[in-house]
């Protein structure tokens, strides 16, 4: 494993500090190789100039050069090789194969971003010409495309050390559209984060960018991303992590003088709906996948299904039986951080001691707590309790779930109608139950940024069809997502060139469309 | 002229109240004919609380049936005839021509939106199909597009009573992706605005769509719309006016409970940068169509150019020659409204009074008063004291405009640089001086949405490539627009299905592409 500098990456150079701190094996609790320098204002100052003073320049690349600069990077992770798995697995307790899986995927969302910088029609090209003769008024010629903000601020999500991280999808797509981006390091995993933001430094090097174009600083939230958030330069902020932390970051950015976009992702349930002929047809195998998705990675997952409707009966009680049998044979598993372990706690133990709760089922074995571990655990109320009480509908992030036990199928729409805002919503049922489910999928569909028909919802493809996102508290700005080609858009916007002659025109705009992109051309989509 | 009822339009019913108000007319500051209720907060709730009803049904609409009922607004406009012309020529003070051209780009602007909404592509579908085979994991059947977000909350505003007010850009845009809209009408034009309301009114129950499609309350903003944006079933905001007014409406919807997204449309000084061989080859010319840029409308435009920049020295003093000529020629005329008149006069004698600050010419007659009338006056100062005093760069609405003198085009970039967000931003030049441009028009690129050469920026053209909007204060998000064919993206947001069978799936994403829409399949765009 190679020896971590524990510094931090500002515009090109390295920076330490006096106050420093190590990183915890979530594991044994006992604290890994290297000390880590907690940045100083100085530093967010000097990172977020530099991303200002590199924003010009880099705006002005070319979509090979960022396409190129994309795959460097994703080249220089792909050469970190075990390494990076290692120490990520250290710090995150995230087992290997998983962790390898989730750089496959860090390294394709990469590519991705690289070909859509390549081909370049995310600019959105619009061109209404000019009518010289048009009465009573001329029209100008307008043409119209879409342009990085500036410095983007990033957010490391602790349950995806590399997927939603320092090189996760918020960087690539800033990136992507010409922004500099300056990473607020996660503190759960300080040198996986090194070893990803030494990479991109190396792939700002080989490919000649300004060196503003990247930094990364290690930090308390509520100090350094404070200030990166409220400094006047950084244009919008992209964050993955928790309701608390993410609304106190859109608090700060609407208080400044010049409010910026934050696009949090934040808290969600991922209600899953058992239609009754569903749940009479395959209870058990029903609670075979739920019980795999709930616990997917610790129950970690943004998406995890942490709430379930089902109808009281025979059928019911299958999928709790079954469900039953699964969750008992979990292994209490190490979760991220004793942060997060201790907020599991903390939110299991307030629902589970709420009046009208009962403990379903959870792992058979004792979970320790010097490894950091997670028992899983069921819960179960009823439908009437559910809709009396509204802190129930709150996120438990880990190996947790809640069944509510309803009269009827009647109910579900009520009960859909009083969820907050989701990531996404499932329903499983028959042919003949989706046949009556048009009212539920549409209410749903109101709730939700991803709606699934048996299936499960832990799986977030990363193409052009995918909405990771969603109404409030899943997101703060349900126009977006932070997954999939569309995630972009969050740190572009349009300028509108009216009369601009060909001399001054950015290459997207001009005729004979030198750059082959998609452009609306007097409300005629073509390349041409 | 029919006789005005005063009620408010609360979802196809109308209400009034004890407390009531008179429109006043800027051109005597008497009382015009008609009591206005002022609405109640229970008219805030019956009036969102139907549109939240009404939002289900009404974004299950197929396009064509939003398409006729967008049309059917415009044809009641259009046969509201003279009385609407009327009515808001007493309220505004503006001229018959200018409100006939207004109603024509608004009734215009609702045909354009019914043609996107008869369209349909504004959904922006993607289609990306199961790949069972894949591995390690198989790909789901993912689809994905835009849907309305719900209520959504418009303000009038006072400087466009009919194209930026009942029926303008906010409300076609909302109305035409499927959203209720509930007014906040501009309390300068509670007549004109009763009579659009009307029109819109006839059209829901012509097109036998839910009451609670639209309505339409007269209040203070700082009650009733307050009201209006902190409700919980209102889902996004639509606003054109003051920083301050607007910026209030941001800071209540960041604190709701699950904050939502307001567009708003704030204060823009639409900077001029008159380059050395344009002013040397036309610096008469330049004046003259300064002058008229800057005095349109009484100065009334939100694209009013409220700063120049020229080079000291004789060609610059050719222009101050004629642009002399020109606005002493400017009879002073009655503005909107008092308070507007007021604040007119607040900004210019704030910035008059500064130090450093010396008056170039005025209207040669004086303004009365009493008419609500103000007279056109430019102001100069020199780079230096620019840089040094921000409050210099402060918004004056009206016919004001600051001539700020450089020593040479060399200090554009660091002036540029200075500005904070702009609607749009302007540069006159030769094709030489154009050439020695692009750290100008790359500077300017990040401050404005909408870069102009050699044109004036009061004419806003309604169409695909328009960007009316920029970073702050500019509006509110600079990723929107509030003009053009793209305003519809502020109030949608996307959905994906996945593996949702087709009788579940809206049309848009059916395989076969029934609505016959532009659609991204397999990231390929096309019709088919």
Known sequence: MPTLHGKNFVAGSLTDSDRTFAATSPLDRGDLPGRFCLASLDDVEAAIQAAAAAAGLFAQTTGEARAAFLERIADEITALGDSLIERAGLETALPAARL??????????????????????????????????????????????????????????????????????????????????????????????????????????????????????????????????????????????SRTAGRALCNVAAARPDPIPVFAEMSSLNPVFLLPGALADRAGEIAKGFAASMTLGVGQFCTKPGIVFGITGPHLDSFIAG??????????????????????????????????????????????????????????????????????????????????????????GALAQRLEGQLTATVHGTDEDVATAHHLVAILATKAGRLIVNGWPTGVEVCHAMQHGGPWPATSDSRFTSVGSAALERFIRPVCYQDVPPS????????????????LVEGIADRH
Do not use: Y
């Open 323 to 412: 469900l039953t049998e699964a969750i008992t044979a979990v292994a209490p598993a190490s979760m991220l951080s004793a942060d997060i372990l201790t907020a599991f706690g903390h939110g299991r133990d307030s629902l589970s001691g709420d009046a009208g709760m009962a403990v379903v089922t959870h792992s058979a074995s004792p979970a320790d707590a010097a490894k950091t571990q997670a028992a899983a655990i069921v819960l179960e109320t009823d439908a009437a309790t559910f809709l009396a009480r509204p802190q129930l509908a709150e996120e438990v992030f880990g190996p947790f779930s809640l069944i509510v036990k309803c009269r009827s199928a009647d109910q579900f």
């Open 100 to 241: 390898t899986g989730e750089r496959g995927r860090t390294v394709n969302q990469l590519r991705l971003f690289a070909a859509l910088a390549r081909d370049g029609s995310w600019v959105d090209a619009r061109i209404d010409r000019a009518m010289p003769e048009r009465q009573p008024l001329p029209r100008p010629d307008l043409r119209r495309m879409k342009r990085p903000m500036g410095p983007v601020v990033v957010f490391g999500s602790s349950n995806f050390p590399l997927a939603f991280s320092v090189a996760g999808g918020d960087t690539a797509s800033a990136l992507c559209t010409g922004n500099p981006v300056v990473v607020k390091a996660h503190r759960a995993h300080p040198g996986t984060s090194e070893l990803v933001a030494g990479a991109i430094q190396r792939a700002v090097e080989a490919c000649g960018l300004p060196a503003g174009t990247f930094s990364m600083l290690h930090g308390e939230g509520g100090v350094i991303g404070t200030a990166l958030v409220k400094h006047p330069a950084t244009q919008a902020v992209g964050f993955t992590g």
């Open 504 to 519: 001054l025109l950015p290459d997207a705009l001009k005729d004979g469309n030198p750059l082959g992109i998609m452009r």
